[in-house]
């Protein structure tokens, strides 16, 4: 007898270890398809904008309690026949991607004498990525620095057009254990030739340099949430189910967002007299009350898996063997197009990929909170013990912690459903997180938590890189083992959606072309 899948949408990323939160939920910071704002429609009156990334921007979520960004409810606490607020934040970004979008524009054309700019960054800038990151380190008249990313985009174009800037230092990130150091609070190490830092620091030595109010929420938040225990703290975070567990540590849900909305009105109210005649005196404070439940929210039931639900997308992958992609895939038309995922048989084994060869093309994930993936698989009874093995030569795996490969056994498996909510358990080997010193060859989902179990003493793997696979199951014991590394035993009952069965077999995500040779799965 199947039994219920309580899950419901998840878009972000990273409950976790302080690894796991520190790798995972950043992860899952990633830049979301959010509709450009192209124009104000009256720009007559005193304007409070807002730039920013998710921890400001506004979301649409199914998830149990949705992702909210402060910038959504700062409204509630400002006088609407003095000010509107104009939210231009936009998931993903950073100080530096901010400035390509529409909304940038936006900004540029429409703040004037009077306005208000409130300038809430860092938690993208700390992504070792190009397109994104920004040096901590640097002065603001330094090239490529948080500081001058800040000062030359927003700061100096506030106070040219004769509006006043406020710098907001970024919300910490939750921590399941109370932990609130390194990435949490935003300080980071140097990763792979990006130079790390203080980022809240910068935000704050650039208000001082410059003389603007700067709000320094990341003390706020971490004083907070060092004072309330775990269960407290998520409260004021976005969940993706009904289960206090899939809580998402970067987001923060209607009653969080409110809380630091209000932190940061009567912070600049202190600061800043003209703004305090701005807010609205009769606001109440925000109470827990502000918390419900979705009216959206969907819990799905789980189907169950039969031959005859073989994709037709993929029905050249030979019986007992079936092809199929699910999860955070990036849309339907992706799971359906051979470029985005694709399962090639071979005369011992398959060629499997997760996006394009060249890197311009990605689907799927492998993340703090969901996953999207390509996957070769057999159904095997849930009582039977086997191992399965592969060697795995990589043909192009993209530099990206979220691009992954591997041999994977589940508990449950999706039939070409792109669907955000799929975050259920499973046991794999393989590459993840490769961009990373420390990067991960065994890792777990476990409700709804993805746990690294083992770093590869190997190097990382890239084009040309061939590395044997194997997993063995023995009850509810699974033996990983990852080229010359030491087998990993993990523990998973893997029963928890399918009671009947579990689906081994191989899987890309994300942007991986891997050719899978010499496979055998050996049912005892």
């Given at each position: 007898?199947?039994?219920?899948?309580?899950?419901?949408?998840?878009?972000?990323?990273?409950?976790?270890?302080?690894?796991?939160?520190?790798?995972?939920?950043?992860?899952?910071?990633?830049?979301?398809?959010?509709?450009?704002?192209?124009?104000?429609?009256?720009?007559?009156?005193?304007?409070?904008?807002?730039?920013?990334?998710?921890t400001l921007s506004s979301f649409a979520d199914p998830y149990f309690y949705p992702r909210y960004g402060y910038g959504t409810k700062l409204q509630d606490y400002l006088n609407a026949k003095k000010i509107q607020v104009i939210n231009?934040?936009?998931?993903?970004?950073?100080?530096?991607?901010?400035?390509?979008?529409?909304?940038?524009?936006?900004?540029?054309?429409?703040?004037?004498?009077?306005?208000?700019?409130?300038?809430g960054f860092g938690h993208n800038d700390e992504k070792a990525e190009e397109d994104r990151y920004t040096d901590p380190t640097g002065s603001k008249e330094t090239e490529g620095s948080f500081k001058n990313s800040l000062y030359v985009n927003y700061v100096k174009l506030a106070q040219d057009k004769g509006a006043t800037p406020i710098l907001c230092t970024p919300i910490v990130r939750r921590s399941e254990e109370r932990k609130y150091t390194g990435s949490m609070i935003h300080q980071t190490a140097d990763s792979n030739g990006f130079k790390g830092g203080d980022y809240s620091k910068a935000v704050m030595e650039l208000a001082k340099e410059t003389g603007v109010a700067c709000v320094d929420l990341t003390s706020i938040t971490k004083a907070r949430y060092?004072?309330?225990?775990?269960?407290?703290?998520?409260?004021?975070?976005?969940?993706?189910?009904?289960?206090?567990?899939?809580?998402?540590n970067t987001h923060l849900n209607i009653y969080g967002a409110s809380v630091v909305a209000y932190d940061v009105i009567n912070e600049v109210a202190k600061q800043n007299k003209k703004f305090a005649k701005l807010v609205n005196k009769n606001a109440?404070?925000?109470?827990?009350?502000?918390?419900?439940?979705?009216?959206?929210?969907?819990?799905?039931?789980?189907e169950g898996f039969s031959p005859k639900d073989k994709?037709?997308?993929?029905?050249?992958?030979?019986?007992?063997?079936?092809?199929?992609?699910?999860?955070?895939?990036?849309?339907?038309?992706?799971?359906?197009t051979p470029s985005f995922n694709g399962i090639v048989p071979t005369d011992n084994g398959f060629v499997m990929n997760s996006g394009s060869a060249d890197g311009s093309l990605v689907s799927g994930k492998i993340s703090g909170s969901i996953d999207?993936?390509?996957?070769?698989?057999?159904?095997?009874?849930?009582?039977?013990?086997?191992?399965?093995?592969?060697?795995?030569n990589v043909k192009y795996l993209k530099a990206d912690n979220q691009a992954s490969f591997g041999l994977i056994v589940r508990d449950d498996i999706y039939i070409c459903?792109?669907?955000?909510?799929?975050?259920s358990d499973y046991v794999a080997v393989g590459a993840l997180d490769t961009t990373k010193d420390g990067w991960t060859s065994a890792f777990q989902r476990l409700d709804t938590k993805l746990n690294k179990v083992a770093n590869a003493s190997e190097k990382k793997p890239a084009a040309g890189t061939k590395v044997v696979l194997s997993i063995t199951k023995t009850g509810n014991s699974y033996s990983v083992k990852y080229g010359k590394n030491p087998a990993q035993t993990i523990k998973a009952d893997l029963n928890a959606v399918d009671a009947d069965y579990v689906y081994a077999g191989l899987f890309t995500a994300r942007c991986a072309t891997v050719e899978f040779t010499d496979v055998k799965l050996e049912v005892k």
């Open positions: 007898m199947k039994k219920l899948l309580a899950a419901t949408l998840a878009l972000l990323a990273l409950g976790f270890s302080a690894f796991a939160l520190e790798k995972n939920i950043a992860d899952n910071e990633k830049v979301e398809k959010v509709a450009g704002i192209s124009s104000v429609e009256n720009t007559k009156g005193t304007k409070l904008y807002v730039v920013g990334d998710s231009l934040a936009m998931s993903g970004r950073s100080s530096k991607s901010f400035t390509t979008e529409v909304n940038y524009q936006t900004l540029c054309k429409n703040i004037k004498k009077g306005d208000y700019l409130i300038i060092e004072s309330m225990t775990a269960e407290e703290t998520s409260k004021f975070h976005a969940w993706q189910t009904f289960k206090p567990n899939s809580v998402d109440p404070a925000p109470t827990i009350a502000l918390l419900v439940q979705n009216p959206d929210y969907v819990m799905p039931t789980y994709s037709y997308f993929f029905k050249k992958v030979p019986e007992p063997w079936f092809g199929t992609a699910f999860g955070d895939c990036g849309g339907d038309s992706k799971i359906s999207g993936m390509c996957v070769c698989f057999q159904q095997i009874p849930h009582d039977k013990d086997f191992t399965l093995t592969a060697t795995a459903k792109n669907d955000k909510s799929i975050n």
